[in-house]
């Protein structure tokens, strides 16, 4: 183990200031920060409560300006979304704080401890998570940066996205975004499967591919490289490793196996089997068959970290999931409400599947938020095909994220309804979830499923929209 890992409190800056602070990636920064004694203040171009951040003694600024960052902050940390030109950057350089990215704090974090990382296109932050509770509740103590916070936690120390761990283990979300997983150099590390997503961070698919054949190589020599058997494109960079490789799968010969599938409601029951060896049976209490992918990944990676198998099966069977992954919001007048991340055309697809197993014969409604006037584009013949899948879908109007208004011709949202239109799918003239939700109430009927799903400012309007799909199930329905 790498020295320096008992008791081990931060040396340098403990005052910050964080430009972005509502982000998942931030707000975890943020949280683990603060357990370890930082002093922080932050501030987001949407409005986000310090309560929603778990964080209520935070001050966060609606907006961003000079003024905004305390006159005894000695380090301003920012996340990927924001600007150079930002007013508090600049502000920040003139008073010649130090400025740091998201990821080059998570790489200085994590610098003295024993890395597990997990990449890959889809799974992360559920496979991620699930690894943290494991590894918790072998007291193993980790640190943890997680994309997205549990839903519920018995599990002490381990209740928001970001963990201040004294133990010598460290788990993070490494995401492909702009290439940032290359700035961490982990032990042991995951690749849950490569699909095109970022789209504006890389030309073609052979760019994205090298990226994480770099990020293979970067794995050390005497740990663990995890890749999916089912992925072709995760398997071709195996030769690129310089770690021992070893593969995973619920649906071909793999190295570690989920065996012996058994689905009750969509959540499933399989042996953990590694080369032949049962080592755990578990009973997942999320639903979906790509949980049990992710399962496979956490079970994997604890066990060559150090957890044993009473530990896995303790971890795997308590986790109830994370904020917005196909998560439960409630249940009012027979109407059952689920909110979901989605925003690629394979989670979408993914998303709808599993509530298909838990609700057999249900009538299901989406209302989908696209995530980038380009990205929509790239994937729309996808994207009509996977929310084809569905009984009804609302197309809100697109979040432009990082794009500049007017990078692609408008109507963009319309067109994507009326290609699911032409396909016999029921579709909303809405695009707007103030429009959307309270059509959506009105024409519902006792039985029917909706869930909504994206990655932009639908996910700050959750809270809004979540809070009013309780009020309305507070109203005598069981949630």
Not at 85 to 100: D, H, K, Q
Not at 128 to 147: F, Q, S
């Amino acid at each position: 183990m790498r020295s320096g890992a008992a008791n081990r409190k931060f040396d340098g800056p403990r005052v910050a200031h964080l430009v972005g602070v509502g982000g998942q990636g931030m707000r975890s920064l943020a949280q683990l920060l603060t357990q370890a004694g930082w002093r922080l203040s932050g501030s987001d171009v949407c409005h986000v409560p310090a309560m929603v951040l778990g964080l209520p003694r935070l001050t966060v600024a609606h907006g961003h300006a000079a003024g905004n960052i305390p006159g005894d902050a000695t380090e301003v940390i920012h996340s990927a979304a924001i600007d150079p030109g930002n007013p508090e950057l600049v502000a920040a350089r003139r008073r010649g704080l130090a400025v740091t990215s998201y990821v080059d704090k998570l790489a200085e974090l994590v610098r003295d401890r024993e890395l597990a990382a997990v990449a890959g296109t889809h799974g992360k932050s559920t496979s991620t998570a699930m690894l943290a509770e494991i590894l918790t509740r072998a007291r193993l103590d980790p640190l943890v940066v997680c994309g997205a916070e549990p839903i519920e936690s018995d599990c002490a120390g381990w209740h928001q996205g970001g963990r201040y761990g004294c133990g010598d283990l460290a788990v993070l979300e490494a995401c492909e975004y702009r290439r940032h997983f290359l700035r961490f150099r982990p032990r042991w590390a995951a690749v849950t499967g490569i699909e095109a997503d970022h789209v504006d961070c890389y030309e073609n698919l052979e760019e994205l591919v090298a990226a994480f054949a770099q990020f293979a190589r970067q794995v050390e020599s005497g740990g663990r490289l995890l890749l999916s058997a089912d992925c072709a494109l995760s398997r071709s960079i195996e030769e690129s490793a310089v770690a021992r490789v070893e593969t995973f799968s619920a649906d071909v010969e793999a190295d570690w196996q989920a065996t012996s599938l058994q689905s009750v409601a969509g959540r499933y029951r399989f042996s953990l089997v590694h080369r032949g060896q049962e080592q755990a049976r578990l009973q997942l209490a999320v639903p979906g068959r790509h949980n049990v992918h992710n399962a496979l990944v956490a079970a994997a990676l604890a066990l060559c970290m150090g957890a044993a198998g009473k530990d896995v099966i303790a971890g795997l069977e308590s986790f109830r999931g994370l904020r917005r992954r196909l998560e439960p919001i409630g249940e009012h007048q027979g109407v059952a409400w689920w909110t979901d991340y989605a925003h690629h055309p394979s989670e979408v697809c993914a998303a709808i599947e599993t509530l298909r197993e838990v609700y057999p014969g249900r009538r299901i409604t989406v209302i989908f938020q696209p995530h980038q006037q380009s990205r929509t584009r790239h994937f729309f013949a996808d994207f009509v095909e996977s929310l084809c899948l569905a009984d009804r879908v609302a197309i809100c109007d697109v979040y432009a994220a990082r794009e500049r208004a007017g990078g692609d011709r408008p109507g963009i949202a319309r067109e994507l309804a009326a290609a699911i239109g032409d396909r016999g799918v029921t579709t909303l003239d809405e695009h707007t979830l103030k429009q959307i939700l309270p059509c959506i109430e009105r024409t519902c009927r006792r039985g029917d499923v909706v869930v909504t799903m994206g990655a932009g400012d639908i996910a700050a309007k959750y809270y809004e929209y979540a809070d009013w799909i309780r009020r309305r199930c507070a109203r005598g329905c069981s949630a």
